[in-house]
């Protein structure tokens, strides 16, 4: 039967991009000089899995390059090299070569061949010269000689292998191993087939053979069991010596054994190498892979049918809400049952909400997993010695929140490194550690989710900010400008204080850009800035985007939804507090500034219940760094709204980001408060 190996190549890629997170965090925790054995193990099995992987899908490319960067791994197991400083430079180049060699595999585009034959090229030197980096130890009295010193072991290695039904099953190719034995050495193989049923009753994903091999005897026995390693608890295997002594039949170590790799925290564990295996006749397509966290019973699922989950309860939500209406309005014993039955269908319908969005949400260390690297390059391109801190990794948001985040604290930590660390000299002068601080940290705040990065940097220069603006006409040669205002000014497009451009920054498209990735996740950013000790990015955003906590206000008939996290707070004006400047508008008096009133029946068209302030409330948001007023007739409360987005049918309105269906059937625009400043402003302006 033969087998369409491309239905499994996704779970191969996603699997190996995941597995090349592992071997580059491992790579980062190694300590120059002393590593840590467990570390370099899990290196070590990272890169035999993405080489066995892409045997049996014939990336003979990326088989290739994994086989040379294995040797290298083999030799800093066995402690025939030792881990320097150009040795872990060369690791990670590996990691960043192999990810592009899968990149492109995965796009079907040819491979920079010249890129990934220059370092293999310096993998087979490193190799080649491991007796010039690692001094040989002096021989001590009563020391055996070292192993390549020693004569050919006579005798043939004896192996018996007879694996487990489920063996493929869990991923496991047992022609695999028997190929990489045979490049050890002349491999002799016996079939033993009795349990082979009859093939009316076998099954594709079953393993019914067994081998008894013969290998010779001055392979060295560690090498054999390396091949089996991933089988091990899958498989009865024995491994004998014939022509030394043929009693000595030596079992399989268990995981608690010295002989086998210790296990590993699962931060850095590598995922098993997804090999294909057929499915019955007539099966469709597997819809889930089952993950590679053995028997831990995960699986993978396409993000597509979680949004089609999502949607779907997001219905449920509206036409519970509905039904939750219509029951106010049934009289009699049978209203009340009807009333009862319905607030358990809402506790249940919160419940599920709940879990729903729970599958969906991943722990924020899948972006922070990628600083540890760039930090390091960064520090040695700059000549700063940086410290990294990571907190709150656990913390979970959605992962369309998560995919977007990474791009804006990517810009905010190098501006951390370029800008805001100083020179070792210059810190040492200052009287702080030579090694500037960077942290990172996220936490759940209500219903929101905050991420901070902050540096014990110069902090935010408000001279070389204002001479900056000043020379570019953004304000006056005499203005004076708050903090606040001027730290506004970094967010301004094309802003930037760097002396000189760079590769890493200079070129102004760095901030302005933060601002709008984050504003688009509905999110907000704030500064706080200590000349001397250093600054503080915080970026506070929902949780997910497909719900999001609201306040229902009432214009005229119709209904909107306002963001609580835009909402600072709802007051009702006096008469006397609302001013009009010329050419300017209404403004009030709120906290030490004047804040503009948007007429939202005038924004939008809607005949109000009322025109007078005084009579109205007003509710005061934040958007952009600006506040502004929104006056309405009445707020109706506070609930969670599923959005439904306008642009799909419709297309973008500015000032609204969104559509809900209220529990009546009606429907209500989301408000977008930067879009309402926006729009405001350019109809004052007219």
Avoid at 299 to 328: F, H, P, W, Y
Avoid at 416 to 424: K, L, N, R, Y
Avoid at 621 to 648: H, T
Wanted: glycine fraction near 8%.
């Amino acid at each position: 039967m033969t087998v369409d190996l491309t239905q499994f190549h996704d779970a191969f890629f996603e699997e190996s991009f995941e597995a090349l997170d592992s071997m580059e965090a491992a790579l980062l925790k190694l300590d120059i000089g002393a590593p840590d054995r467990e570390l370099i193990n899990t290196i070590f099995r990272v890169a035999h899995s993405i080489k066995g992987g892409s045997a049996t899908f014939g990336f003979s490319d990326i088989a290739s390059f994994t086989h040379s960067l294995e040797t290298l791994l083999d030799e800093l197991r066995s402690g025939g090299m030792a881990v320097t400083v150009a040795v872990s430079d060369l690791l990670l180049k590996s990691v960043d070569v192999m990810r592009a060699m899968l990149r492109a595999v995965q796009a079907k585009q040819p491979i920079d061949a010249q890129r990934v034959s220059d370092l293999q090229f310096d993998l087979e030197v490193a190799i080649a010269r491991k007796n010039e980096t690692v001094a040989s130890p002096p021989a001590q009295a009563g020391t055996p000689a070292p192993a390549q010193g020693a004569p050919a072991v006579p005798g043939r290695w004896q192996i018996r292998f007879r694996p487990f039904r489920e063996l493929m099953a869990r991923g496991n190719d047992p022609l695999r191993m028997l190929r990489e034995l045979a490049e050890l050495a002349e491999l002799h193989v016996r079939l033993d087939a009795q349990d082979l049923p009859p093939f009316a009753h076998i099954s594709p994903q079953d393993c019914h053979l067994a081998w008894t091999l013969e290998i010779p005897g001055d392979v060295p026995e560690e090498a054999i069991r390396q091949v089996f390693e991933w089988a091990e608890g899958d498989c009865e295997l024995t491994i004998a010596r014939s022509g030394v002594d043929d009693d000595a039949v030596t079992p399989v170590p268990s995981a608690e054994s010295p002989a086998s790799p210790p296990a590993v925290a699962e931060p850095v564990a590598a995922p098993a190498t997804v090999t294909a295996h057929p499915r019955s006749e007539g099966a469709a397509k597997p819809e889930a892979t089952v993950s590679a966290l053995g028997d831990s019973g995960s699986i993978r699922v396409s993000v597509e049918k979680i949004d089609e989950l999502m949607n779907t309860v997001g219905e449920l939500v509206i036409t519970q809400a509905m039904l939750g209406q219509l029951g106010t309005q049934v009289e009699g014993p049978h209203g009340e049952r009807l009333r009862a039955g319905l607030a358990q269908l809402e506790r249940n319908m919160r419940e599920l909400q709940e879990s729903v969005m729970r599958v969906r949400m991943l722990p924020i260390s899948f972006v922070f997993s990628r600083f540890p690297r760039m930090v390091r390059d960064l520090a040695q391109r700059l000549g700063k010695q940086i410290e990294l801190k990571l907190t709150g990794e656990q913390t979970e948001l959605d992962k369309t929140v998560l995919e977007k985040i990474g791009d804006p604290l990517v810009h905010l930590v190098r501006n951390s490194i370029d800008h805001g660390i100083e020179a070792p000299d210059v810190r040492t002068a200052a009287g702080k550690p030579a090694a500037g601080t960077v942290h990172l940290d996220a936490t759940h705040r209500g219903g929101n989710i905050s991420v901070e990065v902050s540096d014990d940097g110069g902090g935010l220069d408000r001279g070389r900010i204002l001479a900056k603006a000043r020379s570019r006409g953004l304000i006056g040669a005499n203005d004076q400008l708050s903090d606040a205002e001027i730290h506004e000014l970094i967010f301004l497009p094309g802003f930037s204080t760097a002396e000189k451009t760079t590769d890493v920054s200079g070129r102004g498209v760095g901030m302005d850009v933060v601002r709008r990735n984050v504003k688009e996740l509905g999110g907000k950013i704030e500064v706080a800035s200590e000349s001397g000790h250093g600054s503080r990015f915080t970026i506070t955003l929902p949780l997910t985007l497909a719900i999001v906590d609201g306040q229902s206000v009432a214009v005229g008939t119709e209904t909107y939804i306002v963001p609580l996290i835009s909402i600072v707070e709802s007051m009702q004006l006096k008469t006397s507090q609302a001013t009009r400047l010329s050419g300017q508008g209404e403004v009030f008096s709120f906290r030490g500034d004047y804040v503009p009133i948007i007429r939202m029946h005038e924004l939008f068209g809607v005949e109000p219940r009322t025109s007078a302030l005084h009579e109205g409330l007003v509710v005061v948001a934040e958007g952009d760094g600006r506040r502004v007023g929104l006056f309405v007739d009445d707020l109706l409360g506070q609930q969670q709204v599923v959005i439904k987005s306008l642009e799909a049918n419709y297309g973008h309105i500015d000032g609204i980001s969104g559509a809900t269906i209220l529990g009546d059937g009606s429907v209500a625009l989301i408000l977008d408060v930067p879009g309402l400043i926006r729009v405001a402003s350019m109809r004052a302006a007219a």
